[in-house]
């Protein structure tokens, strides 16, 4: 059972919701309801105080630093609406109700900011593939979880620049099948327009895929199926990832061995033997290896890949990162990494929120 409420125009309204519920029940669609108030939730119950203090912590730090239009500055490392995406999917995925609760104007704005920076005509959430990756992962996780007509109440937007979450995200997902039609290898790179891949922007833009097809939006079978051929094409017999250029140049990137782990997980390719390859290697590293030079990077993709391929691995290798990332937490809730304090906070907040699992992409 998930907490946030996942039907469109979800309303606090108890007998609508039982009435929803009930209709849940009986449908096909493969979305759990459940009440927004965090009080009647199941899942969440008995997550370490640690994990919720250093979460609560850090979800304070980044409303803080969120400004008036709903996005995150710089400060010194990344920004832009990928960044915002992660920054939203951070509260999303505390599962407090995003529309009545604490943090329901901190996620609006944000919402609004990244359809604000959507090509209205071409529906790409630039400036990189990797910012509209992680942007259409926040979209796709919002989906039916905010109600939509509280959106833009109050919204000093332009009224051409306003869409609701769903048209949003049918616009991404276009851009993304469009992006891969005109890519000979079937992927992606940072440009629409690339004619070359990487397994690195492969990966977010591919989750986000997966995610807006989770959440009911049309997304073609041939593309999800190019998409995962493209990483087995990536994928030793060893279960290393190469990062671009075809085969050869593997090496032990954790980070790449994990996003291919992920990507086969929530495709359901489980049955492929590069799935296995790339779980057997990452499950065969140490316990104690948390991440790389990548940081959060790393802990984002490994959380979600172990915690899909063998919940035992995970479970002994989330305890470990607990501990570390209690360290490395700042006084003032945020966490250092290589692509600025906004980013750092929101992946590692985003690496143990498996620990709630509130967010449908964090399902298993």
Known sequence: MMRIDRLKGASSNWFVWLMASALFFVSSVMVVAQPPWRENAVQGQGVSRDV?????????????????????????????????????????????????????????????????????????????????GFAMLALAEAYGACD?????????????????????????????????????????RYSPDATDADTSVSGAVLVGLLAARNAGIEV???????AVEYFKSMTSPSGQVAYTGGLGGFDNSPARVSIATL???????????????????????????????????????????????????????????????????????????????AVATAMNLLSVALNFRFLPIYER
């Not at 000093?156 to 039609?181: C, F, H, P, W």
């Not at 073609?220 to 190019?226: E, V």
């Open 52 to 132: 919720r203090e250093m979460y609560e912590r850090g979800l304070e730090w980044l409303q803080n630093q969120q400004d008036a239009t709903g996005r995150w500055k710089s400060s010194g490392g990344e920004s832009g609406p990928g960044v915002t995406g992660l920054a939203t999917m951070a509260f999303l995925a505390y599962g407090d109700d995003p529309n009545h609760g604490i943090y329901a104007e901190t996620m609006s704005r944000a919402l609004r900011s990244i359809i604000e920076d959507q090509n209205g005509k071409t529906g790409y959430i630039g400036p990189s593939m990797y910012h509209h």
């Open 148 to 188: 939509e007509e509280k959106l833009w109440i109050g919204s000093q937007v332009d009224e051409s620049k306003r869409r609701t979450i769903g048209q949003a995200l049918e616009l991404a997902v276009r851009t993304a099948v469009t992006s891969q039609n005109k890519n000979s290898i079937g992927a992606w």
């Open 220 to 226: 073609p079978d041939k593309s999800i199926d190019r």
């Open 263 to 341: 990507v086969y997980s929530i495709s359901g390719r489980k049955d492929l033997k590069e799935f296995k390859a790339t779980s057997t290697f990452l499950k065969a590293s140490d316990v104690s290896e948390t991440s790389d030079h990548y940081g959060e990077y790393t802990a984002y993709y490994k959380a979600q890949a172990l915690f899909q391929a063998d919940i035992e691995a995970w479970e002994k290798w989330n305890k470990v990162l607990i501990r570390e990332l209690k360290e490395k937490q700042r006084s003032d809730g945020h966490f250092d990494g290589n692509y600025g304090p």
